[in-house]
């Protein structure tokens, strides 16, 4: 069964649609790419997994809709050797249960309603709409500029009541208190009686932008990234000024 092709829609808070992008299936991967607009250089990106020798290779490549330009290749990296560097090096120390020095920190809490509006507002904000070769993810801003007063209302009358400061402990003992971030900007959760801590700087690293080549990537999760070529390629539209000419349109 052909998979079917997906498309990004923007619809601004004045009502106006924005095409922005779509991921199409390929035999071995897939293909990123921007909408053909008149004047604007749409590049896509094409990411693929490989089997050889047994073993799967993720390999990509950039490739310029001016077809006197080459393609722009990426160092293949094996998915096995990439797994297996997670595990010894990243995987244990991603979720790990606070001590008691943790636990009389002072971090940022989030509440339940909170979590309810923000569940709320992405209602709001995205839907999906299906065809028979295609699915829409719509980021609807018009809809969404209804909501947001109300919002901002509520949280402006009580903004302890979505967020504010407390100790680690108090996630544990106040019920409301759905998880927190402390000062390494670790995401606490509670369950239970005790509390976890997620270590979401791992996954936000800076290293990523600043390196060529792979083998200068300590941290397997960049490594993936840089070599499918995304962060590249989303440079690449950024440089381009893709998203600034389609709203003037």
Not at 200 to 223: R, V
Request: hydrophobic share 35%; proline share 3%.
């Amino acid at each position: 069964m052909t998979k079917r092709r997906q498309k990004l829609q923007i619809i601004l808070p004045s009502g106006e649609i924005c095409k922005i992008g779509y991921l199409s299936y390929c035999r071995e991967g897939i293909v990123l790419g921007t909408p053909q607009t008149a004047g604007i250089d749409t590049s896509h990106l094409t990411v693929l997994v490989k089997e050889r020798k047994g073993e799967k290779i993720l390999e990509s490549h950039i490739t310029p809709k001016d077809d006197s330009q080459k393609r722009r290749y990426f160092p293949a990296t094996n998915l096995k050797e990439i797994t297996t560097q997670w595990d010894n090096s990243i995987g244990e120390n991603i979720f790990f249960e606070l001590n008691d020095a943790d636990l009389k920190e002072e971090v940022l809490y989030i509440t339940q309603k909170f979590s309810d509006w923000i569940e709320l507002l992405n209602k709001t904000v995205y839907r999906k709409k299906y065809s028979k070769k295609e699915i829409i993810h719509i980021l609807d801003f018009e809809n969404l500029a209804k909501k947001v007063p109300q919002f901002v209302h509520e949280l402006t009358e009580s903004s302890d009541s979505f967020i504010g400061l407390c100790t680690a402990e108090e996630i544990i003992k106040d019920s409301s208190k759905i998880m927190g971030v402390n000062k390494e900007k670790t995401m606490l959760l509670p369950l239970e009686d005790k509390l976890f801590g997620v270590n979401i700087p791992i996954f936000t690293s800076s290293q990523l932008a600043q390196n060529k080549d792979t083998d200068n990537l300590s941290n397997p999760l960049e490594k993936l990234i840089y070599s499918m070529g995304i962060s590249q390629y989303f440079e690449e539209i950024q440089n381009k000024k893709f998203l600034e000419k389609i709203f003037e349109k």
